[in-house]
């Protein structure tokens, strides 16, 4: 089992669509397993899944996701979404976009992670972290929705 993993229910479930081709996701890689590292211990627990279309996207395969999950050294499930069902359930859009669901599964976040794609240093808001914070502290989130940056999810 991924490092911070645990097999119950968390508090807190972040739900992140994501893949392995997509330049946004890539540059975001790092930072899913540092809040995974950051918050796994407070009751938040992070899962990755992957629907994009991998008959055209091969890089996009379960076969591939391993190979990324241990080269990245994910601490956190990245499943596959073959049948593209959960993705389609959560309404995803983009690569990656995100959803912190509560104790009772309601939607308490759904969104980008921070703004700024590029540079983690640069960030100067980081809207998943402040909605994990307010959530953690009993807190309403201050900004419950933003706009996902990203690849389109590859539908077939």
């Known amino acids: 089992m991924p490092e911070g993993y645990k097999c119950?229910?968390?508090?807190y479930s972040l739900v992140v669509v994501s893949c392995?081709?997509?330049p946004t996701v890539v540059a975001y890689e790092d930072r899913m397993v540092?809040?995974?590292r950051d918050y796994a211990g407070k009751g938040v627990g992070l899962v990755a899944i992957n629907p994009n279309d991998d008959k055209k996207y091969p890089e996009?395969?379960?076969q591939e996701m391993v190979k990324r999950?241990?080269?990245?050294?994910?601490?956190?499930p990245y499943l596959r979404d073959e049948a593209q069902?959960?993705?389609r359930s959560y309404g995803a859009q983009r690569t990656p976009e995100v959803y912190v669901l509560d104790s009772e599964r309601r939607l308490r976040y759904h969104g980008r992670i921070d703004d700024n794609v590029n540079d983690a240093k640069s960030v100067k808001s980081h809207d998943l972290r402040k909605a994990l914070d307010a959530l953690l502290a009993g807190k309403e989130v201050p900004v419950a929705e933003t706009t996902a940056v990203g690849c389109t999810i590859k539908w077939r």
């Open 34 to 36: 540092q809040i995974q």
């Open 85 to 87: 069902e959960v993705a």
């Open 60 to 62: 996009d395969s379960y």
């Open 8 to 11: 119950c229910c968390w508090p």
């Open 20 to 22: 392995n081709h997509c």
């Open 69 to 76: 999950a241990r080269a990245k050294g994910f601490n956190f």
